[in-house]
Protein backbone atom coordinates (compact mmCIF):
# COMPACT_ATOMS: atom_id res chain seq x y z
CA UNK A 1 0.00 0.00 0.00
CA UNK A 2 1.72 3.37 -1.05
CA UNK A 3 2.12 6.56 1.80
CA UNK A 4 -0.26 9.10 1.30
CA UNK A 5 0.04 12.76 2.58
CA UNK A 6 -2.81 13.12 4.72
CA UNK A 7 -3.73 17.10 4.87
CA UNK A 8 -6.18 18.12 7.16
CA UNK A 9 -7.76 21.41 6.58
CA UNK A 10 -8.27 23.08 10.19
CA UNK A 11 -9.75 26.56 11.65
CA UNK A 12 -8.73 27.62 14.53
CA UNK A 13 -11.34 27.45 17.26
CA UNK A 14 -11.80 30.85 18.34
CA UNK A 15 -14.98 32.26 20.23
CA UNK A 16 -16.93 33.98 17.56
CA UNK A 17 -15.11 32.98 14.72
CA UNK A 18 -15.84 29.14 13.72
CA UNK A 19 -19.14 26.90 13.72
CA UNK A 20 -21.46 30.61 13.41
CA UNK A 21 -24.51 28.46 12.10
CA UNK A 22 -24.26 26.43 15.50
CA UNK A 23 -22.98 29.22 17.53
CA UNK A 24 -26.89 30.19 17.01
CA UNK A 25 -28.28 27.55 18.82
CA UNK A 26 -25.79 26.53 21.17
CA UNK A 27 -24.07 29.62 22.14
CA UNK A 28 -20.25 30.95 20.85
CA UNK A 29 -18.41 29.38 23.48
CA UNK A 30 -20.14 25.91 23.22
CA UNK A 31 -19.46 26.03 19.58
CA UNK A 32 -15.81 26.69 19.87
CA UNK A 33 -15.40 23.86 22.40
CA UNK A 34 -17.11 21.37 19.40
CA UNK A 35 -14.48 22.68 16.82
CA UNK A 36 -12.01 22.11 19.10
CA UNK A 37 -13.43 18.62 20.16
CA UNK A 38 -13.43 17.44 16.51
CA UNK A 39 -10.26 18.76 15.59
CA UNK A 40 -7.67 16.99 18.55
CA UNK A 41 -10.40 13.40 17.31
CA UNK A 42 -9.80 14.33 13.71
CA UNK A 43 -5.71 14.51 14.50
CA UNK A 44 -6.03 11.17 16.99
CA UNK A 45 -7.09 9.08 14.21
CA UNK A 46 -4.66 10.36 11.53
CA UNK A 47 -2.05 10.34 13.94
CA UNK A 48 -2.94 5.89 14.54
CA UNK A 49 -1.95 5.32 10.50
CA UNK A 50 1.17 7.61 10.59
CA UNK A 51 2.25 5.88 13.35
CA UNK A 52 1.99 2.69 11.43
CA UNK A 53 4.14 4.84 8.48
CA UNK A 54 0.78 4.24 5.91
CA UNK A 55 0.74 8.29 5.95
CA UNK A 56 2.46 12.15 6.43
CA UNK A 57 -0.05 14.46 8.22
CA UNK A 58 0.50 18.20 7.75
CA UNK A 59 -2.48 20.90 9.31
CA UNK A 60 -3.55 23.37 7.02
CA UNK A 61 -4.80 25.84 9.14
CA UNK A 62 -6.85 29.47 8.90
CA UNK A 63 -7.91 31.74 11.39
CA UNK A 64 -4.39 32.43 13.14
CA UNK A 65 -0.61 34.39 11.86
CA UNK A 66 1.66 32.07 11.23
CA UNK A 67 3.36 32.01 15.10
CA UNK A 68 0.39 31.03 16.96
CA UNK A 69 -0.41 28.87 13.75
CA UNK A 70 3.45 27.12 14.70
CA UNK A 71 2.22 27.20 18.58
CA UNK A 72 -0.75 25.21 17.97
CA UNK A 73 0.66 23.05 15.49
CA UNK A 74 3.02 21.89 18.55
CA UNK A 75 0.27 21.53 20.50
CA UNK A 76 -1.73 19.08 18.49
CA UNK A 77 1.83 16.91 18.03
CA UNK A 78 1.67 17.85 14.52
CA UNK A 79 5.53 18.66 12.86
CA UNK A 80 4.64 19.96 9.43
CA UNK A 81 2.09 22.68 8.94
CA UNK A 82 1.27 25.78 6.22
CA UNK A 83 -1.23 28.43 6.03
CA UNK A 84 -4.34 28.04 4.18
CA UNK A 85 -3.63 31.49 2.89
CA UNK A 86 -6.89 33.37 1.22
CA UNK A 87 -9.48 32.35 -1.53
CA UNK A 88 -12.40 30.00 -1.78
CA UNK A 89 -11.91 26.68 -0.63
CA UNK A 90 -10.78 25.02 -3.83
CA UNK A 91 -7.93 27.40 -4.24
CA UNK A 92 -6.65 26.87 -0.49
CA UNK A 93 -6.83 22.48 -1.28
CA UNK A 94 -4.60 23.28 -4.64
CA UNK A 95 -2.42 25.30 -2.80
CA UNK A 96 -1.29 23.09 -0.56
CA UNK A 97 -0.84 20.57 -2.83
CA UNK A 98 1.35 22.42 -4.42
CA UNK A 99 3.31 24.03 -1.53
CA UNK A 100 3.49 20.18 -0.86
CA UNK A 101 4.92 19.34 -3.96
CA UNK A 102 8.77 18.93 -3.01
CA UNK A 103 7.94 17.18 0.49
CA UNK A 104 6.26 14.86 -1.80
CA UNK A 105 8.64 14.43 -4.06
CA UNK A 106 11.29 14.21 -1.52
CA UNK A 107 9.53 11.09 0.70
CA UNK A 108 8.07 9.83 -3.05
CA UNK A 109 4.65 10.11 -1.83
CA UNK A 110 2.64 9.79 -5.18
CA UNK A 111 -1.13 10.65 -3.41
CA UNK A 112 -2.76 13.22 -1.35
CA UNK A 113 -5.83 13.25 0.59
CA UNK A 114 -8.02 16.10 1.98
CA UNK A 115 -10.26 15.86 5.15
CA UNK A 116 -11.51 18.36 7.31
CA UNK A 117 -12.76 18.69 10.91
CA UNK A 118 -16.09 18.22 11.05
CA UNK A 119 -16.70 14.48 11.52
CA UNK A 120 -16.85 13.35 15.12
CA UNK A 121 -17.47 9.75 13.96
CA UNK A 122 -13.76 9.29 11.99
CA UNK A 123 -12.69 6.29 12.26
CA UNK A 124 -9.13 4.34 10.98
CA UNK A 125 -10.58 2.45 8.64
CA UNK A 126 -12.37 5.39 6.62
CA UNK A 127 -8.65 6.46 6.06
CA UNK A 128 -7.22 2.77 5.94
CA UNK A 129 -10.34 2.37 3.28
CA UNK A 130 -9.27 5.06 0.94
CA UNK A 131 -5.95 4.48 0.92
CA UNK A 132 -6.51 0.86 -0.22
CA UNK A 133 -9.18 2.42 -3.02
CA UNK A 134 -6.36 4.70 -4.23
CA UNK A 135 -4.16 1.52 -5.40
CA UNK A 136 -7.12 0.94 -8.13
CA UNK A 137 -8.80 4.10 -8.51
CA UNK A 138 -8.29 8.43 -9.27
CA UNK A 139 -10.21 9.64 -7.21
CA UNK A 140 -12.08 9.16 -3.55
CA UNK A 141 -14.91 10.66 -2.47
CA UNK A 142 -16.31 10.43 1.09
CA UNK A 143 -19.97 12.47 0.13
CA UNK A 144 -21.37 14.31 3.10
CA UNK A 145 -24.79 15.26 3.51
CA UNK A 146 -25.11 18.42 2.55
CA UNK A 147 -24.19 17.42 -0.63
CA UNK A 148 -20.48 17.93 -0.46
CA UNK A 149 -17.67 15.97 0.84
CA UNK A 150 -15.87 15.27 3.81
CA UNK A 151 -13.33 13.54 2.38
CA UNK A 152 -11.20 13.74 -1.32
CA UNK A 153 -8.30 12.00 -1.96
CA UNK A 154 -6.38 12.41 -5.06
CA UNK A 155 -3.74 9.75 -7.10
CA UNK A 156 -0.17 10.71 -8.80
CA UNK A 157 -2.34 10.94 -12.24
CA UNK A 158 -4.99 13.67 -11.24
CA UNK A 159 -2.02 15.41 -9.34
CA UNK A 160 0.77 15.31 -12.31
CA UNK A 161 -2.01 15.89 -15.11
CA UNK A 162 -5.09 17.27 -14.00
CA UNK A 163 -4.76 19.34 -10.75
CA UNK A 164 -7.03 21.72 -11.81
CA UNK A 165 -10.29 19.97 -12.63
CA UNK A 166 -11.34 18.48 -8.67
CA UNK A 167 -11.55 22.54 -7.90
CA UNK A 168 -13.12 24.47 -10.96
CA UNK A 169 -16.55 25.61 -11.57
CA UNK A 170 -17.69 24.68 -8.41
CA UNK A 171 -19.55 27.22 -6.18
CA UNK A 172 -18.53 25.89 -2.68
CA UNK A 173 -20.91 25.46 0.14
CA UNK A 174 -23.77 24.83 -2.12
CA UNK A 175 -25.64 21.60 -2.58
CA UNK A 176 -23.70 20.45 -5.82
CA UNK A 177 -20.43 20.30 -4.87
CA UNK A 178 -19.98 16.66 -5.08
CA UNK A 179 -21.79 16.37 -8.51
CA UNK A 180 -19.84 19.25 -9.83
CA UNK A 181 -16.59 17.85 -8.93
CA UNK A 182 -17.56 14.30 -10.81
CA UNK A 183 -18.36 16.17 -13.52
CA UNK A 184 -15.38 18.13 -13.81
CA UNK A 185 -13.81 15.46 -14.91
CA UNK A 186 -16.52 14.39 -17.74
CA UNK A 187 -13.87 15.19 -20.48
CA UNK A 188 -11.08 12.38 -19.43
CA UNK A 189 -10.83 8.35 -18.82
CA UNK A 190 -10.58 8.25 -15.09
CA UNK A 191 -11.61 5.82 -12.37
CA UNK A 192 -13.63 7.16 -8.69
CA UNK A 193 -14.60 5.52 -5.95
CA UNK A 194 -17.16 6.73 -2.83
CA UNK A 195 -16.89 5.85 0.59
CA UNK A 196 -19.92 5.99 3.09
CA UNK A 197 -21.71 9.17 3.54
CA UNK A 198 -20.90 10.90 6.65
CA UNK A 199 -22.78 13.79 8.38
CA UNK A 200 -20.84 17.30 8.49
CA UNK A 201 -21.50 18.74 11.79
CA UNK A 202 -22.62 22.27 10.91
CA UNK A 203 -25.58 23.06 12.85
CA UNK A 204 -27.71 21.68 15.45
CA UNK A 205 -29.84 19.86 13.20
CA UNK A 206 -26.40 18.02 12.22
CA UNK A 207 -26.15 16.95 15.64
CA UNK A 208 -29.31 15.78 15.72
CA UNK A 209 -29.50 13.73 13.26
CA UNK A 210 -26.50 11.72 14.08
CA UNK A 211 -28.77 10.27 17.50
Known sequence: MGKALLIIMAKWHGFGRCKTRLSKDI????SAKVQSVMTKHTISVAKFLQENNLI???????GLG?????????????KK????GKGCLGEKMKRQI???????????????????TDLPDLCHQDLLNTLKE????????GPSNDGGYWLIGLSEKIISKHLYLPFINI???????LQNTINNFA???FKYKFLDKKIDIDTIFDIENRK
Not at 56 to 62: G, K, L, Q, R
Not at 81 to 84: E, P, R, S, T
Open 27 to 30: GKSN
Open 56 to 62: DITIAIS
Open 66 to 78: LGNCRRWSRELGI
Open 81 to 84: FNLQ
Open 98 to 116: VINKKFCTRHKIKNIIFIG
Open 134 to 141: LQQNDLIL
Open 171 to 177: QWGRENV
Open 187 to 189: SIK
